[in-house]
Structures are given as structure tokens and as C-alpha cells.
């Protein structure tokens, strides 16, 4: 799993943290009951404040992506949900299409240039 921060970003650096988890899980790189790296030795891999890896790793607590476990670190809890709003976007999008007469591979070309 890549653990790619960007430092200049406006994103805030525990969002990023918490982003690489949520991609790590959605890509199959972290399996639920996995263990996460230790929040001391991920923030020096990252050149960030350990109060910044704990803080993502709260978030994604609060979510239910992780779980806590005295003595054992954060694991993986869960898989990553689809987000409905995306879901819905993405079912008006196909539907829109459709309309205009637009196929599967022509949806995805539309989708790859403003990725």
C-alpha cells in the first residue's frame, strides 16, 4: 500500500492519512482485521506529527472503518461503503447518457478526461 502525503496540499494532512486508509480498504491493499501501522512509526514514515496520524485514525474510528484495541493498535473494521451521494450521482449519470444516446465506452472516455 502507497502512503502518499502532499505536504503543500490545502487538503489537511489528517484527511489525506485517513484518505490513503479509505483507498487502501476500497483496493483490497488492507483486508478487514488488518493491523494499521503504528501511529509514531506511520507519522515518521510521513514526516507528519503523531497527533496527526492519530487524529485521522479517530476519524475513520468514528466512521467504523477502524476499531481500537488496547495494547494491539487500529484495525481495519469494516469495508469501505459506497458513499450513497456518489451512488446517486453516478445512477443519473448513466441515466443521463442514455438519454443522449451515450454507450458504456463513451461514458467512460467522458469520465477519464476529467480524472
Known sequence: MRW??????????????ARCVRQGVAAGDLAVGEQLPPA?????????????VLAAYRQLRDE???????GRGARVA?????????????????AEARRYGLGQ???????????
Open 4 to 17: 502518499v502525503i502532499d505536504h503543500m496540499s490545502r487538503e489537511l494532512l489528517p484527511h489525506q492519512v
Open 105 to 115: 465506452s463513451d461514458l467512460v472516455r467522458l469520465i477519464e478526461r476529467l480524472m
Open 78 to 94: 469494516s469495508a469501505v461503503p459506497e458513499p450513497s451521494s456518489v451512488l446517486d450521482a453516478a445512477q443519473a449519470l448513466v
Open 64 to 70: 467504523g472503518l477502524l476499531e481500537f484495541r488496547r
Open 40 to 52: 509514531a512509526e506511520l507519522a515518521e514514515a510521513l514526516e507528519v506529527d503523531r497527533n496527526t
